[in-house]
C-alpha cells in the first residue's frame, strides 16, 4: 500500500516533468519557446510564439499528462485496495491515490529536474488530472470560473490564479473529512497560485499582456 503510493506519486512526477513545449518547439518549430515572449514552457506562450497550431499541441500534452496521471491513480488505487488492507492504513482510499498523482503531476510539470527544476504554471496539467480528481463536473466549475474571467479580463493569468484559489474550497466539498487527500490538494493549488507570482506582479503595474495585444 505504502509502495503503491509512493508510486503513484513518483510516476505522475515524471509524466509531469516532461516539458511538452520546449519539445514541440524545438523538434517541429527549431524555437526554444523559453527564449521568447514570457518564456513560460505552457500554451500560452507556446501561442504566441510558435503559433496556434504548435500552442495547441503543447495544450493537448500536457492536459494529457494530467488526465493519464488521474487514470493510472485510480489503476493503482484498484490494485492496492484490491487485497488485505493492514488496519494502520484502513483510512486510505482511492481518493488519497488521487491526490497524491495530482500533487506529482503538477509539482513535476513545475519544477521539471529536465529543465533545472524550472517549468510551467500547471493549469492545463491541473485540468487533466482534475476531471479524476474532481470528476466531470468539478473539472468544469474549474474550467468554467478560468473560461469566465478569461473572457471578461482578457488575462488568461487572472483565470489560471481564479481556478487555483477556488482548487482548496471545492476539495472542501469533494474530499470533505479527508485531512489527507485535502492537504496535497490544498498544496497542489498553492505551488500554481505561487507560479503565478510574476504575472501577479505584472497585473499591480498594468503590465501583464491581454488575449489581442499586438507583438512588441
Known amino acids: 500500500m505504502v509502495l503503491g ?4 506519486f513518483v510516476i505522475s512526477f515524471v509524466l509531469g516533468s516532461i516539458p511538452w513545449g520546449v519539445v514541440i518547439g524545438k523538434v517541429f518549430f527549431h524555437t526554444d ?47 492496492c485496495l484490491s487485497g488485505d488492507v493492514p488496519d494502520a492504513l484502513s483510512w486510505v482510499t482511492v481518493r488519497e491515490f488521487l491526490a497524491l498523482s495530482f500533487f506529482g503531476c503538477i509539482s513535476g510539470h ?12 500547471g493549469i492545463a496539467v491541473a485540468v487533466g488530472c482534475l476531471f479524476f480528481v474532481f ?18 479580463t482578457r488575462y488568461v493569468s487572472v483565470g489560471s490564479i481564479a481556478a ?26 498553492f505551488i500554481v497560485f505561487y507560479a ?10 498594468g503590465t501583464e499582456p491581454k488575449i489581442g495585444d499586438k507583438k512588441k
Open 33 to 79: 519557446i523559453r527564449t521568447a515572449g514570457s518564456g513560460n514552457i505552457g500554451t500560452t506562450n507556446a501561442m504566441r510564439v510558435i503559433g496556434k497550431k504548435g500552442g495547441i499541441a503543447v495544450f493537448v500534452l500536457d492536459f494529457g499528462k494530467g488526465l493519464l496521471s488521474g487514470w493510472l491513480a485510480t489503476v493503482f488505487a484498484g490494485l
Open 110 to 121: 513545475i519544477y521539471s529536474p529536465w529543465l533545472g527544476f524550472h517549468g510551467g504554471k
Open 196 to 205: 503565478h507570482r510574476a504575472n501577479m506582479q505584472r497585473l499591480r503595474a
Open 5 to 8: 503510493l509512493i508510486g503513484i
Open 135 to 152: 470528476g466531470f463536473v468539478g473539472a468544469w466549475i474549474e474550467l468554467g470560473i478560468f473560461i469566465v474571467l478569461v473572457l471578461a
Open 164 to 189: 487555483a484559489v477556488a482548487c482548496p474550497f471545492l476539495a472542501l466539498w469533494y474530499y470533505w473529512g479527508d485531512p489527507f487527500a485535502w492537504c496535497f490538494i490544498t498544496a497542489s493549488a
